[in-house]
């Protein structure tokens, strides 16, 4: 009998610290009346109160009842660009507006879901100040709203280090390669000046540079009405807009962005094959898209 009651126990422990190893993509803060517009001041204030700073805001879809925020802060770009492959794409957190009925919801994406998948086994290395970073993002938005319900799917941290949505598809390591440049300066060069032309119907949402390390990221909205965001997030979920803006990363000469079958799967991770289908052609509009933007 004892032994039996300590193998239950056992049982009981082992389950539940696996629970705690599963992550959300996002935590839905709270449910609000009224429009985007009126909450979006409140949200920033939060933000900055626990020391972040915005770096860039826009309306998906061009969209004025969605809305997304991207921001960061110091201690997070210097431990994301401790890793050096593609690790920057990590420094940025974003949260989301989702206005509907009379009715506003405000999501945020999980820090701890996106650190995981990004910096890999990188990341149990600094695991504390991770933690501590995604406890001041999600402590911040209790100023907001305290639902902090997890929402999206849940992946173990073992699965986000080495996540692909299928078997043959791509995982974080195996990115889209764009275009090589002659150096970091004039990769820069260009591609900054394609965002200014809003080049294929693309919005700068934001921009890190970092000149030391000769690496940029780029939030960049797709706002081309037949191939952009609004051709897919009506498709595979709205509720999910806090995984916008796409990202597009300068690493030295070279330019590069995360495959579409990595990076909406890793967003959406409960998507049906039969949904994924409907967005077939997504994946290639969006390298094509990133691919006009390094020319």
């Not at 060069?189 to 032309?197: D, V």
């Not at 897919?232 to 509720?239: A, M, Q, R, V």
Request: charge should be negative; include cysteine.
């Amino acid at each position: 009998m004892k032994a039996s009651l300590f193998s239950i126990m056992l049982s009981l422990i082992l389950t539940l610290g696996y629970a705690q190893e599963e992550y959300a993509p996002y935590y839905k803060i709270c449910d609000l009346e009224g429009s985007v517009s009126s909450h979006i001041d409140k949200v920033i204030e939060a933000l900055k109160s626990a020391n972040f700073e915005i770096i860039g805001q826009y309306n998906p879809e061009k969209n004025d009842k969605l809305f997304v925020i991207a921001y960061t802060r110091t201690d997070l770009q210097k431990l994301s660009l401790e890793f050096k492959d593609r690790g920057a794409l990590a420094a940025t957190l974003k949260i989301g507006f989702v206005e509907k009925d009379g009715k506003t919801t405000i999501s945020m994406l999980n820090p701890l879901y996106m650190f995981y998948a990004y910096l890999l086994e990188y990341a149990n290395s600094y695991e504390k100040d991770f933690e501590k970073i995604s406890a001041d993002a999600v402590n911040a938005m209790k100023h907001v709203g305290t639902e902090m319900t997890p929402f999206g799917g849940m992946e173990s941290k073992k699965n986000l280090k080495k996540y692909r949505y299928k078997i043959m598809m791509p995982y974080f390591t195996n990115p889209v390669e764009l275009n090589e440049f002659e150096s970091f300066e004039e990769g820069l060069k260009i591609i900054r000046a394609n965002l200014e032309k809003q080049k294929g119907g693309t919005l700068k949402v934001y921009e890190q540079v970092f000149e030391n390390e000769k690496i940029a990221v780029f939030g960049v909205g797709l706002l081309d009405p037949e191939n952009g965001e609004q051709s897919f997030l009506p498709k595979i979920g709205e509720d999910h807009i806090a995984a916008m803006p796409y990202d597009l990363i300068l690493q030295g000469k070279e330019a590069t962005m995360l495959h579409g079958k990595y990076r909406i799967a890793l967003h959406w991770p409960e998507l049906t094959m039969g949904t994924f289908m409907k967005i077939m052609s997504t994946p290639g509009n969006i390298k094509d898209f990133m691919e006009e933007l390094t020319k």
